[in-house]
């Protein structure tokens, strides 16, 4: 099983308070973050193929030593994750986990989604309505039915998590979603938009599965950086 990483953006909501660095290599009890998620997707036996564009030798910097394979997004400040992804399409085949590389996920949240059964599963909070980065409105039985930045409070079921399963019984068809969407210039959209078309159309449903109170946190903000040390410490 490989797992993809999305390294190849800006972050310009934190940039100004970090310079010119990658968020995804700042320091958690001493090792970029992103060293700490390939690290775990390693020992766990996942290939981790990680796609990068701003700062790149930051980034493989921050991965000295890990096998890791590397693809580049040459225009990554002026596309979004999907074409970043586009890059590496060579590598989409089989089960593949999928995370941006700006997410902290605790080891339980990791197992949850590498367990799950369904064909595509998207990790989500359902403690998280009210404020965050990005919404679903799903089902009774978790299925998404809306998705945005913008969902309306009243619709909102859960947050997105950053992190997705796609196995490889379903990863012909999401491929082909790709190249299609890519086809059609649609360079702006995130990874996750893939996904999001097949929701859209009523193709195929696209599932979901609860944190259940785990501990995670995407690095938007400063304050969300801050969030990760707090449960690190914590937990040391």
């Known amino acids: 099983m490989k797992a993809v990483i999305m390294a190849a953006g800006t972050g310009n909501r934190i940039s100004r308070m970090i310079q010119e660095i990658p968020k995804s290599t700042l320091p958690i009890d001493g090792k970029p973050l992103i060293r700490i998620m390939v690290e775990s997707l390693i020992?766990?036996?996942?290939?981790?193929?990680?796609?990068?564009?701003?700062k790149r030798e930051k980034i493989i910097e921050a991965l000295e030593g890990l096998n890791v394979t590397y693809y580049y997004n040459p225009f990554y400040a002026v596309t979004?994750?999907?074409?970043?992804?586009?890059?590496?399409?060579?590598?989409?085949?089989?089960?593949?986990?999928?995370?941006?590389?700006?997410?902290?996920?605790?080891?339980?949240?990791?197992?949850?989604?590498?367990?799950?059964?369904?064909?595509?599963?998207?990790?989500?909070?359902?403690?998280?309505?009210?404020?965050?980065?990005?919404?679903?409105?799903?089902?009774?039985?978790?299925?998404?039915?809306?998705?945005?930045?913008?969902?309306?409070?009243?619709?909102?079921?859960?947050e997105y998590v950053g992190i997705a399963k796609v196995r490889e019984s379903f990863m012909g068809r999401f491929k082909e979603r790709l190249e299609e969407m890519i086809d059609q210039g649609s360079y702006m959209?995130?990874?996750?938009?893939?996904?999001?078309?097949?929701?859209?159309?009523?193709?195929?449903?696209?599932?979901?599965?609860?944190?259940?109170?785990?501990?995670?946190?995407e690095i938007d903000y400063f304050d969300d950086y801050e969030r990760i040390l707090k449960y690190i410490s914590k937990e040391r």
Request: glycine share 6%.
């Open 43 to 54: 020992k766990r036996g996942l290939d981790p193929v990680v796609i990068v564009g701003y």
């Open 80 to 158: 979004n994750s999907i074409a970043t992804l586009w890059f590496a399409r060579e590598e989409l085949a089989g089960d593949i986990l999928f995370m941006n590389a700006d997410v902290f996920v605790s080891e339980e949240i990791l197992t949850g989604i590498l367990e799950a059964e369904r064909d595509v599963v998207m990790s989500i909070d359902v403690t998280r309505r009210k404020t965050g980065d990005y919404f679903f409105s799903t089902t009774d039985d978790g299925i998404i039915k809306k998705y945005g930045k913008d969902l309306p409070i009243d619709q909102r079921t859960c």
């Open 189 to 217: 959209c995130w990874w996750e938009n893939v996904l999001y078309s097949f929701t859209d159309s009523g193709e195929y449903p696209i599932n979901t599965i609860d944190v259940k109170n785990l501990f995670w946190s």
